[in-house]
């Protein structure tokens, strides 16, 4: 397994375990949903950035979006979940004890997060939070 994949992996393992209020996960932004599983959570690699450090090392930060899913039929309801659920899932992200995601990168940087108002899915709208987690690995070139 690729180092992207194995990231990919780490990450979808430390929120499934430190946030347990997710009823599904995804590996990639889902086609198909069942609002009776929600709330759920995606990851998906958005891709990378190189930055020459030495004539020997390259830092290459990845970027993972992590999507957090909810149905908009109760907005006040669903706000609730899902700002709760932002707040999880950050902390689990950025906590010291997580900032190497198991010994697969050599730090993360901090998250960002914007809301998505109208996160569509087979033709149903949910609203969704997503989440950026840069992953920097320093790498020998």
Same mark, same amino acid.
């Given at each position: 397994?690729? @180092?992207?994949?194995?990231?990919?992996?780490? $990450? +979808?393992?430390?929120?499934?375990?430190?946030?347990t209020d997710f009823n599904q996960a995804f590996y990639e932004k889902p086609k198909t949903i069942t609002d009776e @599983?929600?709330?759920?959570?995606?990851? %998906?690699?958005? /891709?990378?950035?190189?930055?020459?450090?030495?004539?020997?090392?390259?830092?290459?930060? %990845?970027? %993972?979006?992590?999507? +957090?899913?909810? *149905? @908009?039929?109760? +907005?006040?309801?669903?706000?609730?979940?899902?700002?709760?659920?932002?707040?999880?899932? $950050?902390?689990?992200?950025?906590?010291? *004890?997580?900032?190497?995601?198991? /010994?697969?990168?050599?730090?993360?940087?901090?998250? @960002?997060?914007?809301? $998505?108002?109208?996160?569509? +899915?087979?033709?149903?709208? %949910?609203?969704?939070?997503?989440?950026?987690?840069?992953? $920097?690995?320093?790498?020998?070139?």
């Open positions: 397994m690729g @180092k992207i994949d194995t990231i990919h992996n780490q $990450i +979808i393992t430390l929120i499934s375990q430190d946030v @599983k929600l709330p759920a959570f995606a990851v %998906y690699y958005e /891709g990378h950035e190189n930055e020459i450090t030495t004539s020997r090392t390259n830092k290459r930060t %990845y970027h %993972y979006a992590i999507d +957090i899913i909810y *149905d @908009k039929e109760n +907005i006040d309801e669903t706000q609730t979940v899902t700002s709760d659920l932002v707040s999880q899932v $950050i902390d689990c992200l950025e906590s010291n *004890d997580n900032y190497s995601l198991g /010994g697969n990168a050599n730090y993360t940087l901090p998250t @960002k997060c914007t809301r $998505i108002e109208d996160y569509q +899915i087979a033709g149903k709208h %949910y609203l969704a939070y997503h989440i950026v987690l840069p992953v $920097i690995f320093n790498t020998q070139i």
